[in-house]
C-alpha cells in the first residue's frame, strides 16, 4: 500500500555558491600536491564537486579544476588526464579524496625528471566555498509533484539535492523522502544515478525519465 502523501512535503533547495580565495597559489605540480594536502576539505569540494554547479551545462574533458589547470595551464596533458579519471562522487570521505589526488600526483612526479610548471599560463589559486540554501519555490508531496518540481526548479537545487550529500541539510534528501514516501523503486533507481556522469541538465532528464517511468507516463 502507496504512503504517498502521508509524509511531510520535500521542499526543493537551490544553492548559491560564496567563494572565498585562499591566498595560496602554484605555480608548479609539486606545489600544486603540496596544496592538496594541506587544503580545507571545503577547498577540495570546491575544485571538484563544485566543477558540476559552475558548469552546468556541459561536460568537459578535465572535470575537475586540478586536471584542467595541469592540462591547459602547465601544458602537462598526461596529468590532466590522470587526475580527469579521479571521480570525487567514489569517495564517501574527502580524505579518501585527498589521498588518491595526492598518490596520483605523487606517481606522476616521480616518473618524471623535472616538474612541470607554469611558463606563460595562469598559477593555480587555491579557493574554497560555502553553500547558501535559496528556497526554490517548489514543494512535493506525491511524486507527480516531486517530478514537476525536477522540471521546473533551477539547475542549482538539481545540484544541491542530488551532488552535494554532505553540505546539503538532512531532510533535502531525495532518496529518504522517496523511501518514507514508499516509492523504493524509485529512490532505487536515482540512488544508481552516478553524477559524474552528466552535467546538471542531463542529471535532471535523467530523473524525469526515471519519475515518468513510474508514473507510466507515456513514452517514457
Known sequence: MSSEGAVQPFEFVACLELREMLGRVAWDERELLAGIEDAP??????????????????????????????????????????????????FGDVELLRADLISVIDAHLGSRGTVPRVDTGEPFHFMRSTLIDVPATARATTLEEFRDGLARVDGS???????????????????????????????????????????????????????????????A
Open 41 to 90: 576539505a571545503d577547498s577540495l569540494y570546491y575544485h571538484t564537486r563544485s566543477y558540476f554547479l559552475r558548469s552546468r551545462y556541459l561536460s568537459a574533458l578535465y572535470p575537475n579544476d586540478f586536471a584542467t589547470w595541469a592540462a591547459i595551464q602547465v601544458r602537462d596533458r598526461v596529468l590532466g588526464e590522470r587526475l580527469a579519471v579521479v571521480d570525487p562522487f567514489d
Open 157 to 219: 537545487a538539481i545540484y544541491y539535492h542530488f551532488y552535494e550529500p554532505a553540505r546539503r541539510r538532512p531532510e533535502a534528501d531525495p532518496l529518504r523522502w522517496l523511501d518514507a514516501l514508499g516509492r523504493h523503486d524509485v529512490a532505487d533507481r536515482v540512488r544508481a544515478l552516478h553524477p559524474s556522469m552528466s552535467s546538471l541538465d542531463g542529471m535532471r532528464a535523467e530523473l524525469l525519465a526515471i519519475c515518468d517511468q513510474a508514473l507510466g507516463v507515456h513514452g
